[in-house]
């Protein structure tokens, strides 16, 4: 089984409709981030939540918001979708270790068409 | 300007090949990572370093902490190795860190 996955793989939605995107981790890790990606111009941070109760807006924050229900989830919604918010999304996680390397693990990524 | 410049956009090399792409970076790092971006979209990190160089089969990893330049070689290049490679600057902050990325490199290689 994957130790990051999203929900939904795919949504195609219509202008002004609610959606949230779901990000769940069996790392046990505490760091986790959303980006998304538009080709040309590579991955961008949506918001990132080092523990439950830290969360942070990223480059790319306005249009969406963020709930980290527990450590293993972090959900991205976008109350009002418009179309140039149509792009894939990734989660990812990393864990919290001092002084070393913390890798970032990535879900597989939510393909969002907003019409 | 990009924290994270990367070079060249694309790449096309014949298998077998020895394949250079290269990645400069603006701000004080903590760390630089490479990842690779498969075709169907996983992405998966290949390296991660503050000094010297790092080698994982014909992968090869460098970086200059002077220049803020870093290197990814991949030696005797072949089909498989068609992906879109990623550099990635980790900021340290108060409670954690976080990426900056470049656009990424997309390479082709023919067999």
Not at chain 1, 51 to 74: L, M, P, W
Not at chain 2, 75 to 90: G, K, L, N, W
Request: net charge neutral; glycine share 8%.
């Amino acid at each position: 089984d994957a130790d990051v996955t999203q929900t939904p793989r795919n949504r195609i939605t219509k202008t002004g409709k609610r959606i949230m995107l779901e990000c769940s981790q069996t790392k046990g890790h505490d760091r986790m981030y959303w980006y998304r990606q538009d080709p040309g111009l590579g991955l961008r941070l949506i918001y990132y939540s080092f523990d439950v109760k830290d969360i942070n807006k990223g480059e790319i924050s306005d249009g969406y918001s963020v709930s980290r229900q527990a450590q293993a989830k972090f959900s991205l919604s976008l109350e009002s979708a418009i179309p140039n918010q149509t792009a894939l999304y990734f989660c990812a996680t990393s864990d919290a270790i001092p002084g070393a390397y913390n890798e970032q693990f990535f879900g597989p990524g939510t393909r969002l068409t907003v019409l | 300007k990009n924290e994270v410049e990367q070079s060249p956009q694309n790449l096309t090399a014949q298998e077998g090949e020895f394949i250079t792409i290269n990645c400069s970076y603006s701000v004080g790092i903590s760390a630089l990572h490479w990842l690779q971006q498969h075709p169907g979209g996983g992405i998966v990190s290949l390296f991660m370093l503050s000094s010297g160089k790092k080698k994982h089969g014909r992968l090869i990893a460098t970086i200059n902490i002077q220049e803020k330049h870093s290197s990814l070689h991949i030696t005797a290049s072949h089909p498989r190795d068609s992906a879109v490679y990623i550099c990635a600057a980790e900021l340290r902050e108060t409670s954690g860190s976080r990426l900056t990325f470049g656009e990424g490199t997309q390479l082709t290689v023919n067999p």
